[in-house]
């Protein structure tokens, strides 16, 4: 089936850096959108992105649509220890279908 | 704000047994979905259900599974006789639209534990 790959895996970083981690597919999307979980709770919906070459900004985040429509990246500028969590992205194929293909996560940690 | 709302936020069952899992959806979304998480994995789809019926399907929504909206608020999904490996957080989604609008909002999920 389609994967979508997310990298890095992880990443460890100090309160106040950026932050910049993609997805990628080797399936043409639709829609990305990007979601954040904390342990125990349910996807949150950050951003979400409908045309190829897209940017578009949730107060620190931004996020955007690759032009080939294989790809998607989400910044979070000057982390704080809230941004703490697993971060997924998700898409979907084609208009016929509303079915949401979720990557396989980054899990970011904020230190003081 | 709105928000998709699941009950119970734990369930555990005996293996073989019928659970129910149960959603209210954000109230003027047309549009309902079923995912799960096994610990430590990615979000996988289940079902999509929009006018009283199942639009798409995985296929670990076989046989075992159905869902069910049975009045104008509620959404279900019941697991017919679990199986050890049914263990896993459930998550409800509702959207507004399909398609090209397809943003979809999560409950907080149901923990299901099958022993």
């Known amino acids: 089936g389609q994967q979508l790959n997310q990298s890095p895996q992880s990443m460890f970083i100090q309160e106040g850096e950026d932050v910049s981690m993609n997805c990628t597919s080797s399936?043409?999307?639709?829609?990305w959108l990007w979601y954040k979980q904390d342990p125990g709770e349910g996807p949150v919906l950050l951003i979400a992105l409908y045309k190829a070459g897209e940017l578009t900004s949730n107060g620190r985040l931004t996020a955007q649509f690759g032009i080939t429509r294989k790809d998607s990246f989400l910044n979070i500028s000057a982390s704080i220890p809230s941004d703490v969590g697993i971060y997924f992205c998700a898409g979907q194929l084609t208009d016929n279908t509303d079915k949401l293909i979720f990557g396989t996560g980054t899990r970011l940690q904020v230190f003081p | 704000e709105p928000e998709v709302t699941q009950t119970p936020s734990h369930q555990v069952t005996q293996m073989g047994q019928e659970v129910i899992l149960r959603c209210v959806p954000i109230s003027n979304h047309l549009y309902f979905y079923w995912y799960r998480q096994i610990l430590g994995q990615k979000v996988e789809f289940l079902v999509s259900f929009y006018n009283n019926e199942i639009s798409e399907k995985s296929e670990i929504f076989d046989d075992q599974f159905s869902v069910e909206r049975p009045d104008g608020s509620n959404f279900t999904l019941k697991i017919r006789s679990t199986k050890l490996e049914d263990s896993a957080m459930y998550f409800c989604?509702?959207?507004?639209?399909?398609?090209?609008?397809?943003?979809?909002?999560f409950g907080p999920g149901t923990r299901l534990t099958v022993l």
């Open positions: 989604a509702s959207s507004g639209g399909r398609g090209a609008i397809n943003e979809q909002f």
């Open positions: 399936s043409i999307f639709n829609t």
